[in-house]
């Protein structure tokens, strides 16, 4: 940690400072990138439920500029371990049985929109944006868990949001970012299963995910700065009826943060 802090700060005093006049107005193009970790807890209906850390990196690829359009390409990728255990509530302790899984998720997406931007002041943003993306997921159980199975997901899906941000003071700008996703299609690949080879289920769709982020970025010039950026996200895979067996609703509650650098030109 204390390492960390060291480099950031050898960063911001590398490159000195940007006028007030000139922040975020030299570079209409943006990359960023970063690692990144996040908290899961994952809860199937009827007991089951899962938890532990993912670490990973994002990358960020944006075109954006006061009263202009605005578009960007993003991707990440994260892997960790997930413990706990299948125990239905309704049922006692002895019938407990415990899982380990690791896991590992991918996504890619694009994304256009407009923004909207104010000259004064604390100099406010706001970009509403359309987008489409690609998102995959892998669980594979194994260790402790009674059946060694792997669960692949994947989908894509069309998303729709908004970026907005402000300036404090300086050169510090605090935003508020919302994404909503529908998947499209999705399906969940059963494999490893002692008594069929493979099996791909339905997921059902009834309801929307969504991510909230705080982004809050410091320009150390007129191009490079650093972003941290907490996020709180959710997704829910519907129950869906199915041969051989149903897929049973699943809930992801992911909560963490992005630490990266940018450059702008």
């Known amino acids: 940690m204390r390492t960390a802090a060291l480099f950031v700060f050898f960063f911001l005093s590398l490159f ?3 006028s007030a006049e000139t922040l975020y107005e030299t570079g ?11 908290h899961v807890y994952r809860t199937r209906d009827g007991g089951t439920h899962q938890k532990g850390w993912l670490f ?18 993003e ?11 299948s125990k239905p509530k309704r049922f006692h302790k002895e019938t407990k ?64 949001g908004f970026l907005s941000s402000i300036t404090l003071c300086g050169n510090w700008r605090l935003g508020l970012n919302l994404k909503v996703r529908y998947m499209i299609d999705p399906k969940c690949t059963v494999s490893n299963d002692p008594d069929y080879t493979q099996i791909r289920l339905k997921i059902g769709n009834d309801r929307l995910q ?9 320009l150390a010039s007129c191009y490079c700065g650093f972003s941290f950026i907490p996020f709180y996200e959710e997704r829910c895979y519907g129950g869906q ?24 030109f």
Request: hydrophobic fraction near 30%; charge should be positive.
């Open 56 to 73: 990973g990196v994002r990358a960020i690829y944006d075109h954006i500029q006061r009263c202009g359009l605005y578009w960007a390409c």
């Open 97 to 160: 049985q415990s899982l380990q899984s690791t896991y590992y998720e991918a996504t890619g997406e694009g994304r256009i929109g407009f923004t909207f931007q104010a000259t004064s002041g604390h100099r406010p943003s706001f970009t509403p944006f359309i987008g489409y993306g690609y998102f995959w997921e892998n669980n594979k159980f194994g260790g402790c868990s009674p059946l060694h199975l792997r669960f692949k997901t994947d989908y894509q899906y069309s998303t729709a």
């Open 241 to 264: 009826n199915g041969c051989p067996f149903d897929f049973i609703r699943t809930r992801y509650y992911n909560c963490g943060a992005t630490t990266a650098l940018f450059y702008s």
């Open 210 to 218: 969504y991510r909230v982020e705080l982004p809050l970025n410091y």
């Open 16 to 18: 000195g400072s940007c």
């Open 75 to 85: 991707g990440s990728y994260a892997g960790g371990l997930l413990y706990g255990s």
């Open 28 to 38: 209409n193009n943006r990359f960023l990138i970063g690692p990144e970790a996040y």
